[in-house]
């Protein structure tokens, strides 16, 4: 038979016989107050997050039609055999080379024309007269040439969201005679 003070001392606990091993009201109280608030925390948490994602998606989108739009007119400026800016500089007219597909030796010339509507917040390209959306969210436009050096200076804006986002190149006019 083993001595009792050879086990060890947490086996040979004392229990009260008169105390319930049970939680008081008090201690589930405590747990209920604890979980609740670690709740809230993580939903502010989430919350916060989720704003944070949607703001960097509404930037995301505004940079790309932005980059977009300066592209498509940056390619067609490179391409240009003769440019000119309307007085209210929200319209370009451009002559670019077209290869048609019966004659691919010859290349002939034809308008382009880009068209900033700022009430609709687009940029339009227009070819034979029909128009059509480059790129939407568009609140700022700006072409500026200087024939001497042969560049264009072109300044695009967006916005989507909260933050004004401008996008600007040099572009040298190769063709512009």
Sequence with gaps: MPKPWNWPL????QVDQDC?????????MITLAIASLMLAILASMFRSQLQTYQITIDQSEALQNTWIALSWLKRDLQATQNASISSNKRQVTLWVPHVSSSDRSQI???????????????????VHGSYNVV???IVDFNVSMDQVKRIATITVASMEGSKKIQLSTKVWLRNLR
Excluded: M, N, P
Excluded at 10 to 13: G, N, Y
């Design 108 to 126: 002939k010339w034809r308008k382009v024309i880009y068209l900033f509507q700022r009430e609709k917040a687009q940029l339009q390209r227009s």
């Design 10 to 13: 947490w086996l040979h606990r």
């Design 135 to 137: 790129a939407e969210g």
């Design 20 to 28: 319930d091993s049970g939680s008081t009201l008090v201690e589930l």
